[in-house]
């Protein structure tokens, strides 16, 4: 009820700036809403700044409080960082699942295999991390065959190749 306003702002702002929102990108999509987690998308950091202003004033009518040590505009690396948190934390929160569900850690792994030259060392490091604690094997091959196109990675790679074993079958 009280995030409904918000949907309000968003759609005044849309209409009054669709110029400088991705929503003639992405089919008429601008935020991507969770709970109370907001997320906007624009090319215009200026009117997403406003949005916010807008936003804060808004949840201030309500009686409540926007958490500004969890706001931000982030654009290019930045955000591409804050995507990558929420992806390891859903992760993360699927393992801690019961029953466990490792299928996200095999997304990202599949991910990784997928373009070896691109992968991030934090999300190498995460992803090997994760595989090792949980024992999950699926993925061994697959990584043992782009691991040369990984040299950023090798670290995170030969502890999980270590600790699976497999080492012993590749000693090339």
Same mark, same amino acid.
């Given at each position: 009820m009280y995030l409904d306003r918000l949907s309000h702002v968003l759609?005044?702002?849309?209409?009054?700036?669709?110029?400088?929102?991705?929503?003639?990108v992405?089919?008429?999509?601008?935020?991507v809403r969770w709970m109370d987690d907001l997320w906007v998308f624009? $090319?215009?950091?200026?009117?997403?700044r406003l949005l916010q /202003?807008?936003?804060?004033?808004?949840v201030r +009518?309500?009686?409540? %409080?926007?958490?500004?040590?969890?706001?931000?505009?982030l654009s290019d690396d930045d955000?591409?960082?804050?995507?990558?948190?929420?992806?390891?934390?859903?992760? $993360?929160?699927?393992?801690?699942m019961n029953?466990?569900? /490792?299928?996200?850690?095999?997304?990202?792994? +599949?991910?990784?295999? %997928?373009?070896?030259?691109?992968?991030d060392r934090t999300s190498i490091?995460?992803?090997?991390?994760?595989?090792r604690r949980q024992g999950v094997k699926s993925r061994l091959e697959r990584l043992v065959e782009v691991a040369p196109r990984m040299p950023h990675g090798a670290d995170h790679l030969a502890r999980a190749l270590r600790d699976f074993g497999l080492w012993r079958s590749h000693d090339d």
């Open positions: 759609e005044v702002y849309s209409k009054e700036n669709i110029d400088k929102f991705l929503s003639r992405f089919s008429g999509s601008l935020a624009g $090319d215009d950091s200026g009117v997403l /202003v807008d936003f804060q004033a808004v +009518d309500a009686g409540l %409080e926007l958490n500004l040590g969890k706001t931000d505009v955000l591409w960082l804050a995507a990558r948190e929420v992806e390891h934390s859903a992760v $993360d929160a699927a393992i801690g029953p466990r569900d /490792v299928e996200p850690l095999e997304r990202m792994l +599949d991910q990784l295999i %997928e373009n070896p030259e691109r992968s490091r995460f992803a090997m991390t994760r595989m």
